[in-house]
């Protein structure tokens, strides 16, 4: 660098012109100059296809030690020139000049640009032969007086000095080559000399000069870039073929850096940065490639959808952290079962897509489920956590489900969401009937969303009778979804619905409201007061506020705490015990009466017995069912009845339907019973009807 800074005075910038009536050189040192035909440029150049303002030189101070120049299309003001400005053979709006560029400002006007240093002799015969001796002197008229009193200095210059004037190509930290039209290197600078110290023994065997003369036919001035790898090394080779001279000239940028920037890029392009797998977009292209092989080979290859389950409570429970950790831990696992040929692929989030290619028959798609499935049976060991992962397929087989990617897509997925519906840590294939249902579940999902807005939802009460009173002491309420088109829609079919959209909130605060209210109103009209109970959904019990909206609501109503029971059952518990215990231990120092739906399906209930602060047990229907069939359920009714006696708690045996149930509830004591021997969920003025004639059957009843 010191060698450059003491010969900076020395160095020249040249811009040489070819033109049908020969050459014109401008030296140039000045901070800016406009070139085009309008007399008042610094440069004016009259030749077809020139605009008024071509193009503009602005001079570019890179450090103390030297300069360059940027050649913009047009002027400073952004007005862009008619045909356009190309450099070595690509259009430009802007760019910052190199020596030995070639400039087209039209097909006949050609320019050079050189940076010459006048202290080296020689080289500069190469590099510009008979280009300078028919240069002509720029027009002063059309400079301005400063740029004037420059060129009468810079014209005392002969062109024969300019031919002696040598390069700066010789200070470049960029290697250049120069061999002639027989192949024999004629030029190697010093860059060159130290980055390729094999070239002169290599000649054209040397990755950078092999295939150069055999396109020497190139015309005049070509320029051809390549990119040459070398080792571990890419280059990228700007040749320029100077035909007049029978010469070849070449650039050698080091890219090596760029290159591996940009693999990185197309990597990080088609990858899933935390797993490493294939992405969507590296599927994407492979899924029609697929396609098109197996249509012409006549085979077959299927889709998997795979799902972990229940990962949103790991990572709730572990942290996010850990969560990846656990996601790359299974894309491991599930990378090792398939082949080579086969291809797995994150999806996003917690599901991945497999695509298992060349099958014979589709029960092979099943055989690596069950595998897959098997595979987690062994526990992950991260950070200290034996964690046991289960997981969903859906698989659909191209070309019987689909023969395009988005229909095979929608069918796996389709397939998956069905397996999910039906218990999960299995697999299932599709079939046409799950793409009805899911279009039937979509509409009426759609429809869901309007359905509170327009009153459509209305409540229905199941009576709960005492046998030894002969009292109905309470009321379930339950929801019914009244649609205009479809009729009465039972609870089962929309309910996983809200859950799923999040409108199972502002529902559950409908029914809590609707409940209490119809209940101050039949106590206005003089029935005896009774009990309502009223379901609470998992995300109901999760919300913070749920003290305040049941107190809200009552107050508002103004029913008192105790002829409300809140009901929940053991899964929704499970959510969050901690918060639940709290949430439900506050209801009740408020006064509302807690009830646990479902007893005796769960896995823990006898513990919850403790935590929670239950007033009644409701024993499942399906113990009921079959009372009269099923020793063992007798023996769990008993067992339910004894404990509930411990615990000063009440129970309600759900789902009686005849006598003889009743009969065998009586004889282990059970007294207070729900089903439709006593009656079917009414409407309001229906129930009205009921308790006022039901002291009037009830000797009937039980007799």
Same mark, same amino acid.
């Given at each position: 660098?010191?060698?450059?800074?003491e010969?900076?005075?020395?160095?020249?910038?040249?811009l040489?012109?070819n033109l049908t009536? $020969?050459?014109r050189v401008?030296?140039l040192?000045?901070p800016?100059?406009s070139?085009?035909?309008?007399?008042?440029?610094s440069?004016?150049?009259n030749?077809e296809?020139?605009?008024?303002q071509h193009?503009?030189?602005? @001079?570019?101070?890179?450090n103390?030690d030297h300069?360059s120049?940027v050649?913009?299309? $047009?002027?400073?003001?952004?007005?862009?020139s @008619?045909n356009?400005?190309v450099?070595?053979?690509e259009?430009?709006?802007k760019s910052e000049?190199k020596h030995?560029d070639i400039?087209h400002?039209t097909?006949e006007?050609?320019?050079h640009?050189?940076?010459?240093d006048?202290?080296?002799?020689?080289f500069?015969q190469?590099?510009?032969?008979?280009?300078?001796?028919?240069?002509t002197? +720029?027009?002063?008229?059309?400079?301005?007086?400063?740029?004037q009193?420059?060129q009468?200095?810079k014209?005392?210059?002969?062109?024969l000095?300019i031919?002696?004037?040598a390069?700066v190509?010789?200070l470049?930290p960029?290697?250049?080559?120069e061999?002639?039209s027989e192949g024999?290197?004629?030029y190697?600078n010093?860059s060159?000399?130290?980055?390729f110290?094999?070239?002169?023994?290599?000649?054209?065997?040397?990755?950078?000069?092999?295939g150069l003369?055999? @396109?020497q036919?190139?015309?005049? $001035?070509?320029l051809?870039?390549r990119?040459?790898d070398i080792q571990e090394?890419s280059?990228?080779?700007h040749?320029?073929?100077l035909?007049?001279?029978?010469l070849?000239?070449s650039?050698i940028?080091?890219?090596?850096q760029?290159k591996?920037a940009e693999?990185e890029?197309k990597?990080?392009?088609f990858?899933?940065?935390l797993?490493?797998?294939?992405?969507r977009?590296f599927?994407?292209?492979?899924i029609s490639?697929?396609i098109?092989n197996?249509e012409r080979?006549?085979?077959?290859?299927?889709?998997l959808?795979?799902d972990i389950?229940s990962?949103?409570n790991?990572?709730?429970?572990?942290?996010?952290?850990?969560g990846?950790?656990i996601?790359?831990c299974?894309?491991?696992?599930?990378?090792?079962q398939?082949r080579?040929?086969d291809?797995?692929?994150r999806?996003g989030?917690?599901e991945?897509? /497999?695509?298992?290619?060349e099958?014979e028959?589709?029960?092979q798609a099943?055989k690596f489920s069950?595998?897959?499935?098997?595979?987690?049976e062994?526990?992950?060991?991260?950070e200290?956590?034996q964690i046991y992962l289960?997981? +969903?397929?859906?698989?659909a087989?191209?070309?019987?489900?689909?023969q395009e990617?988005e229909?095979?897509?929608?069918h796996?997925?389709?397939a998956l969401y069905?397996?999910?519906e039906s218990g999960?840590?299995?697999f299932?294939?599709?079939?046409p009937k799950?793409s009805?249902?899911i279009?039937?579940?979509?509409a009426?999902?759609?429809q869901?969303?309007?359905?509170?807005?327009?009153g459509?939802l209305i409540?229905h009460y199941q009576?709960?009778?005492?046998?030894?009173t002969g009292?109905?002491?309470g009321?379930e309420?339950?929801?019914?979804?009244?649609?205009?088109?479809l009729?009465?829609?039972?609870?089962?079919?929309f309910i996983p619905?809200a859950?799923?959209?999040?409108?199972i909130?502002p529902?559950g605060?409908w029914i809590?409201?609707?409940a209490c209210q119809?209940? @101050?109103?039949?106590q206005?009209?003089?029935l005896p007061?009774?009990?309502v109970?009223?379901?609470?959904?998992?995300?109901?019990?999760q919300?913070?506020n749920l003290?305040?909206t /049941?107190e809200?609501?009552?107050?508002?109503?103004?029913?008192?705490p105790k002829?409300l029971e809140?009901?929940?059952?053991?899964?929704i518990?499970?959510?969050?015990?901690?918060?639940a215990?709290?949430?439900l231990?506050e209801l009740?120092?408020?006064g509302?009466y807690i009830?646990?739906?479902?007893?005796?399906?769960g896995?823990? +209930?006898?513990?919850?017995?403790?935590?929670?602060?239950f007033?009644?047990?409701?024993?499942d229907?399906?113990?009921?069912?079959?009372l009269n069939q099923s020793p063992?359920?007798l023996s769990i009714?008993?067992?339910?009845?004894t404990l509930?006696?411990?615990?000063n708690?009440?129970?309600?045996?759900?789902?009686?339907?005849?006598?003889?149930?009743l009969?065998?509830?009586?004889q282990?004591d059970?007294e207070?019973?729900? $089903?439709?021997?006593f009656?079917?969920?009414?409407?309001?003025e229906?129930?009205?009807?009921y308790?006022?004639?039901?002291n009037q059957q009830?000797?009937?009843?039980f007799a």
């Amino acid at each position: 660098m010191l060698y450059l800074t003491e010969k900076k005075q020395n160095i020249q910038h040249i811009l040489a012109f070819n033109l049908t009536s $020969g050459e014109r050189v401008f030296y140039l040192d000045e901070p800016q100059y406009s070139i085009g035909r309008y007399p008042k440029n610094s440069i004016v150049i009259n030749a077809e296809g020139i605009s008024r303002q071509h193009g503009t030189l602005i @001079k570019k101070n890179k450090n103390n030690d030297h300069f360059s120049y940027v050649l913009i299309d $047009g002027n400073i003001e952004g007005y862009k020139s @008619k045909n356009g400005i190309v450099v070595n053979g690509e259009r430009i709006d802007k760019s910052e000049l190199k020596h030995g560029d070639i400039i087209h400002f039209t097909k006949e006007v050609t320019a050079h640009y050189y940076i010459l240093d006048q202290e080296n002799q020689g080289f500069i015969q190469k590099l510009t032969p008979n280009r300078f001796f028919k240069a002509t002197s +720029s027009h002063l008229s059309n400079l301005s007086k400063e740029t004037q009193l420059v060129q009468r200095t810079k014209k005392k210059s002969t062109l024969l000095e300019i031919k002696n004037l040598a390069s700066v190509v010789e200070l470049s930290p960029i290697p250049i080559v120069e061999i002639n039209s027989e192949g024999t290197i004629t030029y190697l600078n010093p860059s060159a000399n130290f980055k390729f110290p094999d070239l002169e023994k290599a000649q054209l065997q040397h990755p950078l000069l092999q295939g150069l003369i055999e @396109k020497q036919n190139y015309n005049n $001035g070509s320029l051809v870039i390549r990119e040459v790898d070398i080792q571990e090394q890419s280059f990228e080779q700007h040749i320029h073929y100077l035909a007049k001279e029978k010469l070849i000239r070449s650039y050698i940028f080091d890219i090596t850096q760029r290159k591996k920037a940009e693999n990185e890029l197309k990597y990080r392009a088609f990858h899933d940065a935390l797993t490493g797998l294939p992405n969507r977009t590296f599927f994407d292209q492979h899924i029609s490639l697929m396609i098109k092989n197996s249509e012409r080979h006549n085979q077959l290859f299927a889709i998997l959808f795979v799902d972990i389950d229940s990962f949103k409570n790991i990572n709730d429970t572990l942290g996010h952290s850990i969560g990846d950790r656990i996601l790359k831990c299974f894309a491991q696992r599930l990378t090792s079962q398939v082949r080579n040929s086969d291809i797995v692929c994150r999806w996003g989030g917690d599901e991945f897509v /497999v695509l298992l290619s060349e099958l014979e028959n589709p029960d092979q798609a099943a055989k690596f489920s069950q595998r897959l499935l098997q595979t987690f049976e062994h526990p992950l060991n991260v950070e200290g956590h034996q964690i046991y992962l289960k997981c +969903s397929v859906g698989i659909a087989i191209y070309p019987e489900d689909g023969q395009e990617s988005e229909i095979l897509l929608k069918h796996a997925d389709a397939a998956l969401y069905r397996t999910k519906e039906s218990g999960r840590n299995h697999f299932q294939f599709y079939n046409p009937k799950m793409s009805l249902e899911i279009a039937e579940n979509f509409a009426l999902e759609n429809q869901l969303h309007q359905a509170i807005k327009n009153g459509e939802l209305i409540l229905h009460y199941q009576p709960q009778i005492n046998i030894k009173t002969g009292k109905v002491y309470g009321l379930e309420a339950l929801i019914r979804w009244k649609n205009p088109k479809l009729g009465l829609i039972r609870p089962d079919k929309f309910i996983p619905l809200a859950e799923k959209t999040g409108l199972i909130l502002p529902m559950g605060e409908w029914i809590l409201k609707t409940a209490c209210q119809q209940n @101050k109103k039949w106590q206005k009209m003089g029935l005896p007061p009774v009990r309502v109970a009223v379901n609470l959904s998992a995300q109901q019990l999760q919300q913070p506020n749920l003290i305040e909206t /049941v107190e809200n609501t009552l107050e508002s109503v103004g029913l008192e705490p105790k002829w409300l029971e809140l009901e929940v059952t053991e899964s929704i518990l499970m959510e969050n015990v901690t918060l639940a215990s709290q949430t439900l231990h506050e209801l009740r120092h408020m006064g509302v009466y807690i009830s646990m739906d479902d007893f005796g399906t769960g896995y823990s +209930s006898l513990g919850y017995l403790k935590k929670f602060p239950f007033d009644t047990l409701k024993i499942d229907q399906s113990f009921v069912r079959e009372l009269n069939q099923s020793p063992e359920d007798l023996s769990i009714i008993s067992a339910i009845m004894t404990l509930s006696r411990g615990f000063n708690m009440r129970v309600i045996a759900e789902g009686v339907e005849n006598q003889e149930q009743l009969n065998l509830l009586q004889q282990l004591d059970c007294e207070e019973m729900q $089903g439709y021997f006593f009656s079917h969920p009414l409407s309001p003025e229906e129930i009205f009807n009921y308790l006022i004639t039901f002291n009037q059957q009830k000797q009937l009843i039980f007799a």
